[in-house]
Antibody, heavy 120, light 106 residues
């Protein structure tokens, strides 16, 4: 069965950096676009970034552009999110999600999430 | 950026009753609209994509309709496990979510 397991969250000071990882299993990872979505405490969902199956196409939300970098290693079935210059407003649960189809960027499987807290 | 607006923010419904949730896009998203269900402490679950196609394993009491800028999620007869927060998401241009509708027990 499809499994997505995030890791790497934690407490970081404003201006700091953190790298999130997502380990995928149960499907052919290299065939699928992947994405990061976040949810601030008690708030709604915010799409953060997409990456194509090969890694050649990448999109970011304006709120993270220039600070966050999405990447993937298809040989390791892993997705990453490098987060730099972190701000208090980046505090959220970060979900890794599989994009259901290249023709439509909606999400059919989600990980359980990893909490990132940005605070001094 | 396409803004998605959901209404109402909270919907109080008795078990067995019908629930109707609305989602409006600030510009046309064609039929590129998905609905998700999220329960406390859990990740969201895909319910509907393409505005009206149920995802695998989703019960028939969930139905979606609409196109362009106006969309509706209907739960025909609410079960206890359906009380949750529901989000719409457009994927016509990148991906933006609505702010959610909480369906609570009346």
């Amino acid at each position: 069965q499809v499994q997505l397991v995030e890791s790497g969250g934690g407490l970081v000071k404003p201006g700091g950096s953190l790298r999130l990882s997502c380990a995928a299993s149960g499907f052919t990872f290299s065939d699928y676009y992947m994405s990061w979505i976040r949810q601030a405490p008690g708030k709604g969902l915010e799409w953060v970034s997409y990456i194509s199956s090969s890694g050649s196409t990448i999109y970011y939300a304006d709120s993270v552009k220039g600070r966050f970098t999405i990447s993937r290693d298809n040989a390791k079935n892993s997705l990453y999110l490098q987060m730099n210059s972190l701000r208090a407003e980046d505090t959220a649960v970060y979900y890794c999600a599989r994009v259901a189809a290249a023709a439509g960027y909606y999400f059919d499987y989600w990980g359980q999430g990893t909490l990132v807290t940005v605070s001094s | 950026e396409i803004v998605m607006t959901q209404s109402p923010a909270t919907l109080s419904v008795s078990p067995g009753e019908r629930a109707t949730l609305s989602c409006r896009a600030s510009q046309s998203v064609s039929s590129n609209l998905a609905w998700y269900q999220q329960k406390p402490g859990q990740a969201p679950r895909l319910l509907i994509y393409g505005a009206s196609t149920r995802a695998t394993g989703i019960p028939a009491r969930f139905s979606g309709s609409g196109s362009g800028t106006e969309f509706t999620l209907t739960i025909s007869s609410l079960q206890s496990e359906d009380f949750a927060v529901y989000y719409c998401q457009q994927y016509n241009n990148r991906g933006t979510f609505g702010q959610g509708t909480k369906v609570e027990i009346k």
